[in-house]
């Protein structure tokens, strides 16, 4: 039997510039994670139990952009692995689903990490990374692959995504992680973040795409926005590395605000971060696509509870509290 997991992520600064070439923090999020176990089988066929989704399957079942279904296909052609072995995979989760949370990444890393290590030999973290990336393309049209990225190294992470040379060759063309700029870096401090879920799905698609129609009808206007966030994010990530975190939520306010100026923001998500500012948070602000998902605030520990039941007054479906370490 092999398991393998991986963990949630939250965007802390930078989401939609990203997409843009601007850089972006994200952290990883170790109190959810997503686990895949897998097991040599008498039954004919891969069978795949995710209890979580009421899902128990034999592989060829499923329709082929099944995401689950997508990852084994994917590695087993990858890897060449023939004839195909019979296996029982079984995959939990505790990532609430198209919360902003990277619950699709997450299964995807835990089980090609379980799927290489059962069938050929461990994958390195830059081969999950390139073989995740591909799969959220399939999934999600063309996201910036920092999502893939945070949870497959499960640090801090400084991203970059290059999309300059990308603009030179198509996309096919394009190795995963090619050009980006990848840093994983270090708090000098530790911080405290809660996260308040909106429990409203998150349409990252549709926000990335309206973004995109701002963009395009007065690109001059939405440069400047994005390089105001790209200030803002590389600022942030100067303040974490020494410690600064007072101004750190400064920061948070402010690229909350250019988020609500590219209409990512909501009714729900703005009351969750007026909520937390009130109870004392230090600064909040929504994270990943928008419109619905997840907020975050920044928050001194003592603060924890106080901020949570604020939180939940307004709306919250469910906080989590993690340590930035
Ligand atoms: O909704 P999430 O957490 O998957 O984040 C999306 C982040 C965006 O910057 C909006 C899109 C992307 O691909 O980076």
Not at 36 to 59: C, F, K, Q, R, V
Not at 269 to 298: E, F
């Amino acid at each position: 039997m092999t398991t393998a997991s991986a963990p949630g992520k939250i965007i802390l600064f930078g989401e939609h510039a990203v997409v843009y070439g601007r850089p972006a923090l994200a952290l990883p999020v170790t109190q959810v994670h997503a686990e895949a176990e897998i097991l040599a089988s008498n039954s004919t066929g891969i069978w795949i139990h995710a209890p979580g989704i009421h899902l128990h399957a034999d592989l060829n079942s499923l329709p082929s952009d099944h995401p689950i279904a997508a990852v084994i296909h994917n590695f087993l052609f990858i890897s060449r692995v023939s004839p195909f072995p019979n296996l029982e995979i079984k995959i939990t989760s505790s990532i609430p689903v198209a919360s902003g949370l990277g619950s699709g990444a997450a299964v995807t890393v835990a089980l090609v990490r379980a799927l290489s290590s059962f069938l050929v030999h461990p994958m390195t973290d830059e081969e999950v990374n390139a073989f995740a990336y591909d799969i959220e393309k399939l999934h999600h049209g063309t996201p910036s692959g920092i999502d893939n990225t945070v949870v497959t190294y499960a640090k801090p992470v400084y991203f970059v995504k290059a999309t300059s040379f990308r603009a030179e060759r198509s996309d096919s063309e394009v190795e995963a992680g090619e050009g980006n700029i990848i840093e994983t870096f270090k708090p000098a401090a530790p911080f405290t973040i809660v996260i308040g879920d909106t429990g409203i799905p998150a349409p990252t698609k549709e926000s990335v795409a309206d973004v995109r129609r701002l963009w395009e009808a007065d690109k001059a206007r939405w440069e400047g926005v994005f390089d105001q966030v790209g200030e803002i994010a590389k600022e942030a990530r100067t303040r974490i590395e020494i410690g600064d975190w007072r101004l750190l939520g400064d920061l948070m306010n402010q690229n909350h605000a250019l988020l609500q100026e590219m209409t990512v923001s909501s009714p729900e998500l703005d009351r969750l971060v007026d909520a937390a500012r009130k109870a004392g948070a230090v600064g909040a602000k929504l994270s990943g696509g928008g419109r619905g998902g997840n907020m975050i605030a920044l928050i001194q520990p003592e603060n924890a509870d106080e901020v949570s039941s604020a939180l939940k007054s307004a709306g919250a479906k469910g906080t989590i509290v993690t340590q930035v370490i």
